[in-house]
C-alpha cells in the first residue's frame, strides 16, 4: 500500500527541489529549523525531522553548533525546478516533450509548427537531390565560421526587403534559431542579470533564461506591442541587459508591432544599455510586413535572429544572427568554441530550398490556407464561447480567451487523455496571468475531432 505524503515529505522535496534548482548549492548554510519553520508554517519539529532525514540520506551534512549545510558537488541543472513552480501539465518543458514525443494518431493544435503534409515537401526532395550530386566538400566538411556566403548574400537580400541593412559580413548562420538565441545569451549575459520578455511570450524563451541562470521580467503586451509604459518602468526597476521579442507576426497572441510603438522602444533603450534581440522565425508567413526593430535601429543595439523550420522542414536545422560587426566577430568565436565550425550540408540544402521556383508559390499557397483555417478554427472555437483576443492578420496562430471562471490547465489536462495537446496560458505567461488563455495553431485545427474534444472537456 503507497504511503499518503506527510509534511516531512513535503520539506524534504522542497530542500531536493532547490538543490536541483540550484538555489541551495554546495557547502551553502541552510536556514535554521526555526527560520524555516517560519517560513513554511510549520511545526519546528517538522523541520527538525525533515533534516534529519535528508543527513540521513546524504543530501545534506550537520555541523555542530552551526547549523545542516549541502553536501556534495552541485546537482546536475534541473531546468523544470527552475523559476515559477508549475504544475508540470503547464511546464513549457513539458509542453514541448508532449508535442515532440506524441505518436501520430495524437493530435496537436498546441504546437507551433505546420503539419508535416503543408511543409516545403517537393522542394525539399528536389534540394536534397541536387545537394546530393554536389562536390564532395559539400556532403563532408565543416562550414566556414560564418557560415555558407551564397546563402548569407540571399539572407541579405531577404532582410532588405524588411529594411534591414544587413550585408553578408555582418550576418552568422547558426544551427537553428533556437542556438542563435542561446549564442547570444552566452556572449552578453552573466547570472543574476536581468531579461526582459513579452507577457506573454514564446514558452522557450523562458526555459533558455532559465538554463542561463538570469531573471526574467514580463512585460504586458498589447495588440500594437509592448505596453510602453510598463517597458518604461522595468527599466527603471530592474537595469535590465536584454529584451528578447518577436516584430513579425507575434507568438502566441498573432499581433504586430505598430511603427509608433516601435519608434518608442528604441528611444526608451537608447538611453539605457538595453540590447533588444528581435525573432523573427515567422516572416514567411506575413502578408504585410510589420516593422522591424533593426531597420529603425541600424542593427546598433538590436540583434536579429530567425530561420526557415516553420516553413521548409524542422529537418532542416539552420538559423541566423544578423548584428553589429563587432559583434558578430565575438559570437563567431563562441561559435567556433560551443559547436566548432557547424554543418555545411544544412545550410546547401536551405540555399537550393529557398531559391527553387517553387518556394514562392508555396508559401502563397500556405498563406491563403492558414487564411481559412484561421477563419474556420475561430468560428469554431467562437460557437463554444471561446474568444479570440485579437483577429490576427497572418500567420498560424489565435490567442483565445476562454468563458468566465474555466482554468486552461485543466482544460488541458482534461483533452490530453483524449489525445489532444493543448497550449494553456500561463505556459507563455511569466507573470502567470494568462490562466484562461489557449494559443491555437489554425494549421493543426482542422480535425473535428479537436473541437469535439475540447467541447466534451468544457464544463456544460
Not at 70 to 93: H, N, Y
Request: hydrophobic share 45%.
Amino acid at each position: 500500500m503507497r504511503r499518503s505524503k506527510t509534511r516531512i515529505d513535503a520539506v524534504m522535496e522542497t530542500i531536493r527541489s532547490r538543490i536541483a534548482s540550484r538555489s541551495y548549492m554546495p557547502g551553502m548554510r541552510l536556514p535554521s529549523v526555526r527560520a524555516q519553520a517560519k517560513a513554511m508554517r510549520l511545526s519546528v519539529s517538522t523541520i527538525v525531522e525533515a533534516y534529519e532525514r535528508l543527513a540521513a540520506e546524504g543530501v545534506i551534512g550537520a555541523r555542530p553548533g552551526s547549523g545542516f549545510y549541502v553536501s556534495g558537488p552541485a546537482a546536475p541543472l534541473a531546468l523544470a525546478e527552475i523559476g515559477p513552480k508549475l504544475d508540470r501539465e503547464v511546464d513549457p518543458l513539458w509542453i514541448s516533450r508532449q508535442s515532440l514525443e506524441t505518436s501520430a494518431p495524437v493530435l496537436k493544435p498546441g504546437c507551433g509548427w505546420l503539419p508535416a503534409s503543408w511543409m516545403y515537401e517537393a522542394g525539399m526532395r528536389r534540394a536534397l537531390r541536387a545537394v546530393a550530386r554536389a562536390d564532395t566538400l559539400v556532403l563532408a566538411d565543416y562550414a566556414t565560421p560564418l557560415g555558407l556566403p551564397a546563402l548569407r548574400h540571399l539572407l541579405a537580400r531577404r532582410l532588405a526587403a524588411t529594411g534591414i541593412e544587413a550585408p553578408p559580413e555582418q550576418i552568422m548562420l547558426t544551427e537553428s534559431g533556437t542556438q542563435a538565441i542561446d549564442l547570444i545569451c552566452r556572449f552578453l549575459l552573466e547570472p543574476g542579470d536581468t531579461v526582459l520578455v513579452d507577457d506573454p511570450c514564446y514558452f522557450n524563451f523562458h526555459a533558455l533564461l532559465r538554463a542561463h541562470r538570469v531573471k526574467a521580467v514580463g512585460i504586458p503586451y498589447t495588440p500594437n506591442g509592448p505596453d510602453i509604459e510598463a517597458f518604461r518602468a522595468a527599466l527603471q526597476e530592474h537595469t535590465p541587459r536584454l529584451y528578447i521579442t518577436n516584430s513579425g507576426i507575434h507568438n502566441p497572441t498573432g499581433a504586430a508591432l505598430s511603427s509608433v510603438t516601435a519608434h518608442r522602444l528604441l528611444t526608451l533603450a537608447g538611453s539605457s544599455d538595453l540590447v533588444i534581440v528581435e525573432d523573427d522565425i515567422f516572416a514567411d508567413f506575413e502578408v504585410s510586413p510589420a516593422p522591424r526593430l533593426a531597420a529603425f535601429d541600424g542593427l546598433a543595439r538590436v540583434i536579429h535572429t530567425g530561420s526557415f523550420s516553420k516553413t521548409i522542414s524542422a529537418s532542416l536545422r539552420c538559423g541566423y544572427i544578423a548584428a553589429r560587426t563587432d559583434w558578430i566577430s565575438n559570437l563567431t568565436d563562441l561559435k567556433i568554441a560551443t559547436s566548432f565550425g557547424g554543418g555545411r550540408l544544412a545550410a546547401d540544402v536551405l540555399l537550393t530550398a529557398l531559391t527553387d521556383s517553387g518556394y514562392r508559390k508555396h508559401m502563397e499557397a500556405v498563406r491563403t490556407r492558414l487564411a481559412e483555417a484561421r477563419e474556420k478554427t475561430i468560428t469554431r472555437l467562437g460557437a463554444m464561447g471561446i474568444t479570440p483576443w485579437l483577429i490576427p492578420q497572418s500567420g498560424l496562430f489565435v490567442w483565445c480567451r476562454l468563458p468566465e471562471g474555466i482554468d486552461a490547465a485543466d482544460i488541458a489536462c482534461s483533452c490530453l487523455k483524449d489525445g489532444v495537446v493543448l497550449a494553456p496560458g500561463n505556459v507563455f505567461s511569466q507573470s502567470l496571468s494568462a490562466g484562461n488563455f489557449l494559443r491555437f495553431n489554425a494549421a493543426q485545427s482542422t480535425d473535428d475531432r479537436v473541437f469535439d474534444v475540447l467541447a466534451h472537456a468544457l464544463p456544460k
